[in-house]
């Protein structure tokens, strides 16, 4: 992230300085707190920081803290290191429980999310480099490196079994492209490594010793089949499972059979659902390194945006809750879009639904015995600061916002509203009636699946002045909202029937976001009472695993609550309107397409 401000969205800083930077939200304890509460801690580990969240026994936001992680950045290579995260996470830990005033002993359990980024470890545990650089600190490759797109493109031509599960084909953004990636550019590093894993379950290896897997991970990034265990006894039934859903087939064809080796010893002999405790807790020399009680249950991880799931999807206002309370299909009604430097698009069904171009059906893969259907796109918060930081007025934008203590994204928001008001246009969004954005500046990754699709500007004019800023900012915003316009539409088709749209994440907090997206989804859209939804996704995890709650779709309707509901304009020229650009924004694609199809054979 640029060091000239930080937005709504959370986005990549480049080699920070190890200092860390805190937040402390208004806390409900009291200086004469006796040690009696019961307190469960969350960690989310995502693409710039780490973060620590304390959470009372209702669910409310007790006090959190940050601390920036580094990143290096090469062409589509993106790396991060294992070592700098564990210590990211004991300096939030601490300063969350010390500004919180809260003592070891009131923690009662602790979960971990993180991105699907990929940590390589040798037999000590100690990091393994995946980089060209040979830099051994840098073990970890993130979730949004593109360098397996070759590999990806070869894995999926050989359409095994397995894809079905992942939307038809396979992103370079999940482990078995980069994992073959490895083996075929760095082999030294290749035969050194004893256990490779997402990093979300490293963290949980790393606090308990223990080294089952999520089901959560390895159903949305490994390919393995997590409906193998869907007669082995429900999540009440907790407890460590066989790896058996391992596709050994899938591995020997696309070049990585000795990943099969050792019962899969490499990348996972056991797993289990999200909350289930793990090994015998937190081990004594974690527990000194985070400040923490020893033995305190860790649950089975989450990738951070499926626990930004668990910590908003049974968030719906108390009268519809009260009217579905016992209806299991009232959660497969609802999509929860966790906004952040990308978005993800999160809905459950009691059934499995195959949906080309959208990875799943994954079998309990967020809410225990739910299909989990997953879309996406790779950038949201990412893209909006980008293309405010590469604008020739984002300087003189910033130092603005600075001078006032505000956001860029809220003075790009004022200037918008000034200049609707000073062309007396009927309502904002048709300020950007000649710009259209389609976002696609690092790839498609629902529905269409297409890592090459490249992202299109139309309506750009020699004009460099802030209000021409403000306007590609509402261009990109809504390209992003018709983006998920078009995710909701496409599972909808397949299977789904979505009527709620939920939202959480950095995004979230921009109003205007929300607003361009319910206009746009024409539906309301309802956020969490609590804005930290991951921290609470993850806390939600210790409370299972403290037993606390007999399954995790308890610990959700208990831990959740609604906030604010943004409702549609119900002005029919913004529907209309929208519908219009809508159409432009899916022609942007095939004419793309198009394009890409005539250079091929100019190039034949």
């Given amino acids: 992230m640029s060091g000239k401000r930080r937005g709504w969205s959370e986005t990549t800083p480049l080699l920070h300085s190890r200092s860390s930077f805190l937040e402390m939200v208004t806390s409900t304890a009291t200086p004469d707190s006796a040690p009696s509460r019961t307190i469960f801690?969350?960690?989310?580990?995502?693409?710039?920081?780490?973060?620590?969240?304390?959470?009372?026994?209702?669910?409310?936001?007790?006090?959190?803290?940050?601390?920036?992680?580094?990143?290096?950045?090469?062409?589509?290579?993106?790396?991060?290191?294992?070592?700098?995260?564990?210590?990211?996470?004991?300096?939030?830990?601490?300063?969350?429980?010390?500004?919180?005033?809260?003592?070891?002993?009131?923690?009662?359990?602790?979960g971990f999310a993180a991105t699907c980024s990929l940590v390589a470890v040798d037999a000590d545990g100690s990091p393994v480099t995946v980089s060209w650089s040979g830099d051994s600190r840098r073990n970890v490759i993130v979730w949004m490196d593109h360098r397996a797109v070759e590999q990806a493109e070869r894995i999926n031509s050989r359409n095994s079994p397995v894809l079905q599960y992942c939307g038809g084909s396979l992103s370079p953004e999940m482990q078995p492209p980069k994992l073959l990636w490895v083996k075929e550019n760095l082999q030294e590093s290749w035969s050194m490594v004893f256990r490779w894993m997402d990093l979300s379950d490293w963290l949980s290896y790393r606090a308990t010793g223990d080294d089952t897997r999520s089901l959560c991970t390895t159903v949305c990034k490994w390919t393995y089949l997590g409906h193998a265990h869907m007669h082995q006894g429900s999540e009440k039934d907790s407890r460590d499972m066989e790896a058996c859903g391992w596709d050994d087939d899938f591995w020997e064809e696309i070049g990585l059979g000795d990943l099969v080796d050792g019962h899969h010893a490499k990348i996972g002999r056991?797993?289990?659902?999200?909350?289930?405790?793990?090994?015998?807790?937190?081990?004594?020399?974690?527990?000194?390194?985070?400040?923490?009680?020893?033995?305190?249950?860790?649950?089975?991880?989450?990738?951070?945006?499926?626990?930004?799931?668990?910590?908003?999807?049974?968030?719906?206002?108390?009268?519809?809750?009260?009217?579905?309370?016992?209806?299991?299909?009232?959660?497969?009604?609802?999509?929860?879009?966790?906004?952040?430097?990308?978005?993800?698009?999160?809905?459950?069904?009691?059934?499995?639904?195959?949906?080309?171009?959208?990875?799943g059906p994954f079998w309990?893969?967020?809410?225990?015995?739910?299909?989990?259907?997953e879309g996406g796109q790779s950038a949201t918060g990412a893209l909006l600061d980008h293309v405010i930081?590469?604008?020739?007025?984002?300087?003189?934008?910033?130092?603005?916002?600075?001078?006032?203590?505000?956001?860029?994204?809220?003075?790009?928001?004022?200037?918008?509203?000034?200049?609707?008001?000073?062309?007396?246009?009927?309502?904002?969004?048709?300020?950007?009636?000649?710009?259209?954005?389609l976002p696609d500046f690092h790839g498609n990754r629902s529905p269409l699946a297409d890592p090459k699709s490249k992202g299109v500007v139309c309506g750009l004019t020699l004009d460099s002045s802030e209000k021409q800023l403000a306007l590609l900012y509402l261009a990109t915003?809504?390209?992003?909202?018709?983006?998920?316009?078009?995710?909701?539409?496409?599972?909808?088709?397949h299977g789904h029937n979505i009527d709620t749209i939920l939202a959480c994440g950095g995004l979230a907090k921009n109003p205007l976001f929300i607003q361009e997206h319910?206009?746009?989804?024409?539906?309301?859209?309802?956020?969490?009472?609590?804005?930290?939804s991951v921290l609470l996704g993850a806390a939600i995890l210790s409370a299972v695993a403290a037993r606390k709650y007999s399954s995790l779709n308890e610990a959700m309707r208990a831990l959740n609550a609604a906030g604010q509901v943004i409702h549609p304009?119900?002005?029919?020229?913004?529907?209309?309107?929208?519908?219009?650009?809508?159409?432009?924004?899916?022609?942007?694609?095939?004419?793309?397409?198009?394009?890409?199809?005539?250079?091929a054979q100019a190039l034949a």
């Fill in 41 to 110: 801690l969350g960690v989310d580990v995502g693409t710039g920081s780490a973060r620590a969240g304390l959470f009372d026994e209702d669910g409310k936001l007790l006090g959190s803290s940050s601390s920036p992680i580094q990143i290096w950045k090469d062409g589509n290579c993106v790396e991060q290191s294992s070592t700098d995260i564990w210590h990211a996470i004991c300096a939030a830990v601490k300063s969350a429980c010390s500004l919180a005033d809260v003592v070891a002993g009131e923690v009662k359990g602790l």
């Fill in 389 to 437: 930081e590469n604008h020739v007025a984002s300087p003189s934008l910033a130092n603005r916002a600075a001078s006032r203590n505000i956001s860029v994204f809220e003075l790009l928001n004022e200037i918008l509203e000034t200049t609707m008001l000073d062309l007396k246009r009927p309502f904002l969004a048709s300020l950007t009636e000649d710009m259209h954005v």
């Fill in 518 to 532: 319910a206009d746009i989804l024409g539906c309301p859209i309802i956020l969490p009472r609590e804005s930290e």
């Fill in 270 to 359: 056991s797993v289990a659902y999200p909350g289930h405790p793990l090994g015998s807790g937190l081990t004594p020399a974690a527990a000194k390194e985070l400040g923490l009680v020893a033995g305190i249950p860790v649950g089975t991880s989450l990738i951070d945006a499926h626990a930004g799931g668990v910590g908003v999807m049974e968030s719906v206002p108390q009268l519809a809750s009260d009217a579905k309370e016992d209806d299991m299909e009232a959660i497969c009604h609802r999509m929860v879009l966790v906004c952040g430097t990308s978005t993800c698009h999160m809905a459950v069904s009691r059934s499995k639904l195959f949906i080309p171009g959208v990875w």
């Fill in 569 to 599: 304009s119900t002005d029919p020229k913004v529907k209309k309107y929208h519908d219009a650009k809508y159409h432009i924004f899916r022609e942007l694609y095939e004419r793309q397409l198009s394009h890409r199809s005539i250079m």
């Fill in 477 to 493: 915003l809504q390209g992003i909202a018709y983006g998920t316009r078009h995710i909701v539409e496409h599972c909808n088709a």
């Fill in 364 to 373: 309990s893969a967020m809410v225990p015995e739910y299909w989990l259907t």
